[in-house]
């Protein structure tokens, strides 16, 4: 049976382009996986950025469920520290009461930026999230989905069912998949920015793994760049883009847009990160199809992923949207 096929979206913003353009492709992007038969697409949380027009997932949530019929759709994730755990829970019950057995609530740690005004804006002042506060906010937007906490989070009679979304820990390190596992959810490795991190991560995560309400047996997916193409030599040059955009950030340029292939081929990758990136880059699924189908096998068999969740950032909107096509082709033969 061919693994399970997701698709992770940034909606980037390329050079000459606009964030409604970029936001504009994501959906035409949406609506082609749907179509495809992928099982499901999120959307990340991202601020104060100037490559990735993917800010507010619910909002992004809605207007893409409004938009397709069958696929699942969700955040990946909505970053904790950035909200109170109330408004989380009320805000995915509404999209599960609008779109019943179709919303992910995928939950993670990070700020979504480095720029420290707007950390602290978000946070309202205060300092950055410990261990102990990220892990009761976690346990808190679960209570309030779950019923538990006794907050009605929409209207209707009391004793109805609400509809609540599913709910999923986002992980880049063993820490987090510790916690996946203790409180027994479904979990998306960061693999596309941690790969490092993803094989421990994700066997510290099945040793630990304890049933609950939400889950009986341990369920893994890894979120990796993918980027397939007719040949190897074509998707290297497709995938110059987010590579170059990844050393950036990196040597502490920013983010920027995401340039033209031609552009990023021009510039090249800077010395002194040259190597990490193309380890990076290595550790990804870059190529023909029968390439991508090889990695997308050894992803499998080093994880034991149940499912892989493609983050595709290639410049061109048609060549981003075959390159979908292509991941098919290549997960039927992994």
């Keep these: ?4 096929l997701s698709a992770l ?21 949406v609506k082609h996986v749907d179509e495809l038969g992928y099982r499901r697409v999120w959307f990340a949380e991202h601020h104060g950025s100037t490559l990735a027009a993917s800010v507010v997932p619910p909002v992004l949530i809605a207007h893409a469920a409004a938009r397709t019929s069958r696929i699942r759709v969700g955040a990946g994730g909505v970053l904790a520290p950035n909200h109170a755990p109330l408004t989380v829970a009320e805000q995915f019950a509404t999209l599960a009461t609008l779109h019943p057995d179709r919303i992910d609530l995928g939950i993670g740690r990070g700020p979504g930026t480095n720029d420290q005004q707007i950390i602290r804006a978000l946070r309202r002042g205060a300092d950055p999230t410990t261990d102990a506060q990220y892990q009761a906010d976690v346990r ?3 209570s309030h989905v779950s019923g538990e906490s006794g907050i009605r989070l929409t209207s209707g009679p009391a004793g109805v069912e609400i509809p609540r979304p599913a709910p999923w820990l986002l992980s880049s390190s063993p820490a987090g998949a510790e916690l996946a596992a203790e409180l027994g959810l479904p979990v998306a490795f960061a ?15 099945r040793e630990r793994f304890r049933p609950s309400r939400w889950l009986d047996r341990p369920y893994v997916m890894v979120a990796l760049e993918s980027v ?5 030599e074509e998707a290297a040059r497709l995938g110059m883009p987010m590579a170059l955009t990844f050393a950036f950030i990196q040597t502490g340029r920013g983010d920027e847009v995401l340039p033209t292939p031609e552009d990023a081929a021009a ?4 010395d002194d990160v040259r190597a ?59």
């Design 1 to 4: 049976m061919p693994i399970a």
């Design 9 to 29: 979206e940034l909606a980037l913003t390329e050079t000459g382009r606009t964030a409604a353009d970029a936001l504009d492709v994501a959906m035409r992007a």
């Design 140 to 142: 808190e937007v679960l």
């Design 191 to 205: 693999h596309h920015f941690r790969p490092d991190q993803t094989a421990a991560a994700a066997a510290r995560y």
């Design 228 to 232: 397939v193409a007719d040949t190897d």
């Design 267 to 270: 510039i090249g990758l800077p």
């Design 276 to 334: 990490g990136v193309e380890a990076h880059t290595a550790a990804q699924a870059r190529g023909s199809v029968d390439t991508v189908a090889r990695r997308f096998a050894e992803v499998v068999a080093e994880t034991g992923a149940d499912e892989l969740m493609l983050a595709c950032s290639i410049y061109d909107p048609d060549a981003r949207l075959r390159s979908y096509d292509l991941a098919m082709k290549a997960a039927a033969l992994a």
